[in-house]
């Protein structure tokens, strides 16, 4: 019995910084257990009875050797053998109640934890995502609130249960025998003192063999995701990577068999201490027997006992330190959930309905923190503040195809940007790489929100209507086309869950993507794989029109694809882009000459400032930035495609 305990007692990890516990951490805690406060409170009651049930199987051999065997009492031996059968029975049965309410009760307060992490993710600005490791984020939601979950329905009815049972022992012992209590007592420093310098190398050897898995699972991670695995087999590296594999994985293996081998002789330690105080015990009880002080019973009864008694005073003595650090994971998770929001409705945000489409843009400035709401060197995050297509650079794409930002040079992503397209137009962004574009089209659905000045829709600042109203007049067609790893089916209706087949089609029909779908053995239901790796980069994007189709919005945010695609993916996706321009107002990031000859307006940036804004004749008439990118990108750029 004893063992186990000491296992939780070392076992715990030391690696992280051990929290202060006060009391607004612990009502922030217990408020989550509340809504779970019966289950909770049958999860106590059923271990201190099950403690206290454990604590009559040493009185019946006392009886049993002190009264039932020298009297050959054969009814009371029924009894004793009954209650000896009977017990067990009755604490597995207790157990099982306990389990019962304990998985209700930690499940439920998951639940909550979760979802509540969940909304309050989902409501983070983009610049969060683009800070924080995906990896974090999962693991805040698996480890941490596991870890928090624990500490309710784990570590508290640890702490009840030890402290249930070793007052009750000690009460017991002292009732029947003080001089063999205190002897009892007596022995306790052969567990405490080894116990804690074994702990202190298992705490280290875990500290290693956490950094060992860590190596592994990021090998793993690197090398057999999509990217890594192609490119591991074209620079043909897959022998190296299997010693490197090799390498790391021995070494987990290594620490675990020094853990599993000082856990051993730790535990055979434990047995020799034990074996000890048995030893005391029968030697002084033996000699008090003889003497005609104490029972033969009493001193088996006490040997029951003795290991009832150390388990609990030796997890007892650390408690704190266990208790603190249980409290990590629900401050980890607090972490998140106190994040502020940098997006949110004003008070009495009401929806836009029946938008025209008239977007202004009026003196907006717009500067990316460059330091996160968490950031303080860990958590996850990394890095400066910035967001996407900064002052360094075009945005670039992560591992899961979602825009990440470079480093900024220049305090101000846009400086004063003012200009307005009037409904159904076609204005056309184009400038340098770093120029402020793709910014500019992450301001307009509020993926951010100005630093200074304000954007409008049909004359309304955009913060005055509610997010979810926006989104839906709001479709984006981005460079990285992310699908997810589902059917052609599922990605479609994505933008419309309850559309029909018949409007898949004619949505496909129209981005030129319907005739190849149906060419595939599953059609509409063929999966995609993986961020859609199974189609090529201009399949994806065609399709990625055709969602925004089906979705109908009455404005459109565009990146135009500039590589990896042929010539006729390339006039396949501009006739799917015609019908997607009619009827509705457009924001592109023009790389095409086709769309920025088709513009009602092109505006030029460059170091985020809104140079020239005109048409394609006005501004080559100009002679200035537009005339010289026209000259040196997108007429050479007409010219290739065309040869």
Wanted: aromatic share 8%; hydrophobic share 45%.
């Amino acid at each position: 019995m004893y063992h186990h305990s000491w296992w939780r007692y070392i076992a715990y990890d030391e690696s992280k910084p051990r929290p202060r516990v006060d009391r607004a951490l612990l009502k922030r805690i217990f408020a989550y257990a509340r809504p779970h406060a019966r289950s909770v409170l049958i999860v106590l009651v059923t271990i201190v009875s099950i403690s206290l049930l454990e604590l009559i199987p040493p009185l019946l051999y006392r009886d049993l050797i002190d009264n039932v065997l020298p009297n050959r009492n054969v009814a009371r031996l029924n009894w004793l053998a009954a209650g000896m059968l009977g017990i067990p029975v009755l604490t597995g049965l207790i157990g099982v109640v306990q389990r019962y309410y304990s998985a209700r009760a930690g499940e439920g307060i998951i639940y909550d934890l979760r979802q509540q992490m969940y909304e309050h993710l989902q409501q983070m600005s983009l610049r969060f995502f683009t800070h924080t490791k995906a990896g974090e984020i999962v693991s805040r939601f698996n480890n941490d609130v596991v870890g928090a979950q624990n500490a309710i329905t784990g570590t508290i009815p640890n702490i009840v249960t030890n402290t249930v049972t070793l007052v009750s022992t000690l009460a017991v012992m002292a009732t029947i025998e003080w001089r063999l209590a205190l002897l009892s007592v007596a022995v306790l420093p052969l567990f405490l003192l080894p116990a804690k310098r074994v702990a202190r190398t298992l705490r280290r050897i875990r500290r290693q063999a956490m950094e060992h898995n860590a190596e592994m699972s990021n090998i793993v991670s690197e090398t057999l995701s999509i990217n890594g695995a192609l490119l591991v087999k074209t620079f043909g590296s897959q022998a190296r990577e299997r010693e490197r594999f090799s390498k790391t994985n021995a070494a987990v293996r290594e620490i675990g068999v020094r853990r599993a081998q000082i856990g051993q002789l730790f535990f055979m330690g434990m047995g020799i201490a034990g074996s000890i105080g048995a030893a005391l015990i029968y030697w002084v009880g033996g000699h008090l027997v003889l003497s005609g002080s104490i029972s033969v019973g009493t001193i088996v009864a006490f040997v029951a006992y003795l290991f009832r008694l150390y388990g609990p005073i030796s997890a007892l003595t650390n408690v704190q330190v266990e208790f603190a650090q249980s409290m990590v994971s629900f401050e980890r998770v607090f972490e998140y959930l106190d994040m502020p929001l940098e997006i949110t409705e004003r008070p009495g945000a009401r929806p836009f309905r029946q938008v025209a489409g008239h977007v202004a843009f009026e003196h907006v400035w717009f500067q990316y923190p460059r330091v996160h709401p968490m950031q303080n060197g860990q958590n996850g995050l990394h890095g400066p503040g910035n967001g996407a297509d900064l002052a360094a650079g075009s945005a670039q794409s992560s591992d899961d195809g979602a825009p990440i930002a470079p480093v900024p040079t220049r305090p101000w992503a846009l400086e004063d940007v003012s200009f307005e397209i009037r409904p159904g137009q076609l204005a056309a962004l184009v400038g340098p790489s770093g120029a402020g574009k793709t910014t500019i089209t992450y301001l307009l659905p509020r993926l951010y929100d100005p630093t200074r000045g304000r954007i409008t829709l049909d004359g309304r600042d955009l913060r005055d209507g509610t997010l979810e109203s926006l989104a839906a007049q709001i479709g984006m067609v981005t460079q990285e086309t992310y699908l997810f790893h589902d059917t052609i089916r599922a990605n479609l209706l994505y933008a419309r869950p309850d559309a029909t087949q018949a409007d898949l089609e004619r949505a496909c029909r129209a981005a030129h993507i319907h005739d190849l779908i149906v060419s595939l053995p599953e059609g509409y239901d063929t999966v995609v794989g993986e961020r859609g790796y199974r189609l090529s980069g201009g399949e994806k994007q065609r399709l990625a029109i055709a969602r925004v189709i089906l979705k109908d919005p009455r404005i459109l945010v565009l990146d135009e694809a500039t590589s990896h695609l042929d010539s006729q993916s390339e006039a396949l996706i501009q006739a799917a882009l015609e019908p997607l321009f009619q009827g509705r107002t457009s924001l592109v990031i023009a790389h095409r000459l086709s769309t920025i000859l088709a513009a009602d307006i092109i505006l030029v940036l460059d170091q985020g400032r809104l140079v020239e804004q005109g048409t394609h004749r006005e501004l080559l008439a100009r002679g200035g930035l537009y005339a010289h990118l026209y000259e040196t990108q997108f007429r050479q750029g007409q010219a290739t495609a065309q040869s």
